[in-house]
């Protein structure tokens, strides 16, 4: 098993930028594909994006897609979720996790609020 940390959330205007950084400890991270996931109030947790082992391979849920940009770094087992011109409906605990099944336990997450 993996522990997973989420980290810098906060509360935002329409428009500003976030860095979410996300560290995997407890085993190996740079063979598998990693993805960040987001939960709002009242809502399933969705898909935000994903990257593959090497970093070379990205997907975008269509909702954030031009906006956040999904990053690695294997040598710190830590992924990035750089948010720009967030929106209102951006808001959300956030959370990494493995693409495929079966994912590690879910961290805490990291709440992200954009007010408009």
């Known amino acids: 098993q993996a522990q997973l940390i989420e980290s810098g959330g906060g509360l935002v205007q329409a428009g500003e930028s976030l860095r979410l950084t996300c560290v995997a400890s407890?085993?190996?991270?740079?063979?598998?594909?990693w993805g960040w996931f987001r939960q709002a109030p009242g809502k399933e947790r969705e898909f935000v994006a994903t990257?593959?082992?090497?970093?070379?391979?990205?997907t975008y849920a269509d909702s954030v897609k031009g906006r956040f940009t999904i990053s690695r770094d294997n040598t710190r087992n830590t992924v990035y979720l750089q948010m720009n011109d967030l929106q209102p409906e951006d808001t959300a605990v956030y959370y990494c996790?493995?693409?495929?099944?079966?994912?590690?336990?879910w961290g805490r997450g990291t709440q992200v609020t954009v007010s408009s």
């Open positions: 407890g085993r190996a991270f740079s063979s598998d594909d």
């Open positions: 990257i593959n082992w090497t970093g070379q391979r990205t």
């Open positions: 996790n493995l693409v495929a099944e079966p994912q590690f336990a």
